[in-house]
Each structure stands twice: as C-alpha cells, then as structure tokens.
C-alpha cells in the first residue's frame, strides 16, 4: 500500500513539472520575437537630399545668407554642406582655415546657380572658420563642432618636417574597434566616420572612398563586403559576397573587384581571393590558395590550423597578369599566375619550407639583407619592385633565435627582384 502511494506521488510530481515546463514553452517561447529594425541607409540618405533640395528651393538662401547642415548624413561629424543660390551661374572657392598655412583646406566647385557644397576638414570641438568666394565677393562661416568620442585614439607624438609635406591628410582605419579617420600634419583630427567601419581605406578612380562595410557577417572581424562612400559620409554602393571581406581590395582596370575574403565552408579562413564584378556584385572568378601552397609548411608563430595563410593583401600587376598576396602567419609574400592560379614565386625565409617549395624562393643579395616578418601591405611600385610593411615579428621562424619585441622593430622595406635567375 505504501509503495503505491509513493508511486502516485512521484507520478504527480512528474505531471507538475511537464506542467510547468509546458506552461514555461507557452509564455516564454511561443511569443513572436520583434526583431530590431534599421531603415535601409540608402532611404534614409534619399530623403535627407529631398528634404535639403527642397528647403533650399523653398527658402531663399543666399551667399550673404547661407544655409549650414553639420554632419549632414549623420555619421561623419566634422563635414557639413552649405546651401545657397545665386542670380547667376557662378563658381565658388572655399578656405577651411587651419592652425597653420599647410593645414588650410582649399577647393573650388564649378558654376552653377544652386549651390549645395560638402565642406570637409573641420577641427572637433571648435569654431572652424570658412571663408567662402564668389567673384569678387567674400563671405565668412562659423561652423562650431562637437567633442570627438571619448574612445577617440589620438596620437602621443606627432613629429613632421613641414619643408618636404604639404597639407595633405592621413587616413587610418582599425581592423575591428575604432574609427575611419584622418589627421593633418600636426596631428589633428580632421575627418572621421561613425560606425563600426573598417579595413583598408582607398580612393577609387571616381574619387568616392572604398571600405569594408560597418556589417558583420563573422567573428572577429569580417564584413559583409565594402561600401562605397564619400567623405561627407554619403553611401553609393555596399558590395556584399558569400565569404564576406577582410584586408585589402584592389580596383581593376575596368572597375571590377580584386577581394581578400573567406570560403567558410571550407573549415579554414583568409585563404580565397574573388574578382567581384563591380556593376552586377557577381563573383566571376575565385583563387583558393590552399590549392597553391601547402598549408603546414613555413609556419610562423602566429601558425593556426585554422587561419593557416592569413592573406592580409591584394595586389594585381598587369605587366605580369598576376596576383600579389602576403600571407602573414607563413612570412610569406606569393605571387601567383592570374589565368592559371599557378604560384611563381615566394619572397621571405625559407625555414620550415619542404624541398620542393625551395625553388620558389628568392637567394638574398647585397649587404645588411633582412627577410620580412609577418608582413602587411605589399605592393607592385611603378618599377617593379615590390613595397611591404616588415611588421618584423620575431624575425625568425626558428624560436631559440627570436628578437625580442623590446629590442625589435618595423619598417616599409623594397626589394628589387630578378625574376629570371632568383
């Protein structure tokens, strides 16, 4: 008898707790989940130019009175656009004052009756000064800025010999946390975006700026693609693909893509190029590079199974119709075949390399000659030389003969090569 009612009671003390757990599916999991919602950024940038065309049509904004916008597309703080109209069509030049004469920003737009002008190069948190012409006539704008973010990094040290530079701007990106920027000569922040944009930063042909976009599609630090986009912030194109993006990208003669990006199913990462067609976002053609290297040869300290190359550039050399990467965790700067995919040389230490990859490998010439280390950057100059940044971690692949950090160093380096006797 007893024994029966011990039994019930466990079988009521089951039935309590399926109760409860279906009670807990019912209100909590069988709610519909309302997902954030971002309005798509190119609306958003379209009704913004509706709304400044149409205050400028419905207001008569003149050169004596312009209309100032800051931060006009609201992730790039230190630009602004002015408005006004003039009687007739006009040019007309403007003067970003600087602290000094080198770091004064100038430019002249060309004639027209409607003038919506981007202004770059405002100091922040400052009355920037804008001297705006037209004809013989002068007109003064004070254009007042915010703080930079608090998690804004400055530099330490600025060191310039203002004799050999100009007034040109330095431009910078993080590989993951940080700021799109760009200093002037002294140091100062004269340009930066918000949002979590990154990778290398170029100029295209057209004169819009080229990043990875500020979407990510996998940790740690891979976009979706690339955006293209002015200084003023504005977006004209995201380029998005499969593998998403990650380093470097290189313009091609017709416009199309040169990619550094992933193949996630493959197990392994940063190891795929794509040639992206720029007008449809089609992938045309890929390179593997695991199919062209081995991967547990040449490894540098840095080595993981995982992320075993570690491509960290892009670079097309027409005059040779090959492709120029540098995989980072083999100190190794590859150069392969366009066409075929097919590897015609290797440029760094030949430690841990098997015998049959020796023949791709340069033998060093001239006096106090030094390998690359981890290398970042490398490009085909004009002459054919090849130009990398030696980031020179360890400067050995063997571990008893590591330099320590403390008594190492990084430099951009040029190496003349003979591609015909090695």
């Known amino acids: 008898m007893k024994k029966r009612k011990v039994f019930e009671f466990i079988i009521i003390i089951i039935l309590l707790l399926l109760s409860l757990v279906l009670f807990y599916f019912i209100f909590f999991f069988d709610k519909k989940t309302?997902?954030?919602?971002?309005?798509?950024?190119?609306?958003?940038?379209?009704?913004l130019e509706q709304k400044y065309t149409n205050n400028l049509k419905e207001n008569d904004y003149s050169f004596n009175d312009p209309k100032v916008i800051l931060d006009p597309y609201g992730n790039s703080p230190l630009t602004a656009l002015i408005m006004f109209n003039t009687d007739t069509s006009q040019a007309v030049s403007i003067s970003v004052e600087g602290k000094d004469d080198k770091t004064t920003i100038n430019y002249t737009f060309s004639s027209s009756?409607?003038?919506?002008?981007?202004?770059?190069?405002?100091?922040?948190?400052?009355?920037?000064?804008?001297?705006?012409?037209?004809?013989?006539?002068?007109?003064?704008?004070?254009?007042?800025?915010?703080?930079?973010?608090s998690d804004f990094i400055l530099p330490t040290k600025v060191t310039a010999n203002k004799t050999k530079i100009n007034n040109n701007l330095i431009f910078v990106s993080p590989s993951s946390t940080g700021y799109v920027s760009a200093y002037d000569m002294n140091g100062d922040v004269r340009w930066y975006l918000e949002g979590s944009y990154c990778w290398d930063i170029q100029r295209?042909?057209?004169?819009?700026?080229?990043?990875?976009?500020?979407?990510?599609?996998?940790?740690?630090?891979?976009?979706?693609?690339?955006?293209?986009?002015?200084?003023?912030?504005?977006?004209?194109?995201e380029y998005t693909l499969p593998g998403g993006y990650h380093h470097d990208v290189f313009e091609m003669e017709n416009g199309d893509f040169l990619i550094a990006t992933n193949d996630f199913?493959?197990?392994?990462?940063?190891?795929?190029?794509?040639?992206?067609?720029?007008?449809?976002?089609?992938?045309?053609?890929?390179?593997?590079?695991?199919?062209?290297?081995?991967?547990?040869?040449?490894?540098?300290?840095?080595?993981?199974?995982?992320?075993?190359?570690?491509?960290?550039?892009?670079?097309?050399?027409?005059?040779t119709n090959s492709i120029m990467l540098s995989g980072r965790h083999?100190?190794?700067?590859?150069?392969?075949?366009?066409?075929?995919?097919?590897?015609?040389?290797?440029?760094?230490?030949?430690?841990?390399?098997?015998?049959?990859?020796?023949?791709?490998?340069?033998?060093?010439t001239g006096t106090n000659f030094e390998w690359q280390w981890s290398q970042h950057a490398a490009m085909v100059l004009p002459n054919g030389n090849i130009f990398l940044f030696d980031n020179g971690n360890n400067r050995s692949k063997i571990k008893n003969k590591y330099v320590s950090a403390n008594n190492n160093y990084s430099r951009a380096v040029i190496y003349n090569i003979n591609t015909k006797n090695m």
């Open 113 to 149: 009756k409607t003038h919506i002008l981007p202004i770059y190069g405002l100091y922040a948190n400052y009355k920037n000064k804008i001297t705006l012409k037209v004809g013989n006539k002068t007109k003064i704008v004070y254009i007042k800025t915010k703080k930079l973010p």
């Open 265 to 319: 199913t493959s197990g392994t990462v940063e190891d795929h190029v794509a040639l992206m067609d720029r007008k449809t976002g089609k992938i045309k053609k890929t390179w593997d590079v695991s199919k062209i290297l081995p991967e547990d040869e040449g490894k540098s300290e840095n080595w993981e199974s995982y992320d075993w190359f570690h491509n960290n550039a892009v670079w097309y050399d027409k005059n």
């Open 34 to 47: 309302e997902v954030n919602k971002t309005a798509d950024i190119l609306v958003t940038q379209n009704n």
């Open 204 to 237: 295209l042909k057209n004169g819009h700026l080229l990043i990875g976009s500020n979407r990510q599609i996998n940790y740690p630090y891979y976009s979706v693609g690339l955006v293209e986009i002015d200084l003023s912030g504005k977006i004209y194109n």
């Open 330 to 364: 083999q100190d190794a700067v590859i150069n392969i075949d366009y066409d075929t995919g097919k590897l015609n040389w290797i440029i760094g230490d030949s430690t841990n390399w098997s015998k049959k990859m020796k023949k791709y490998f340069f033998t060093p």
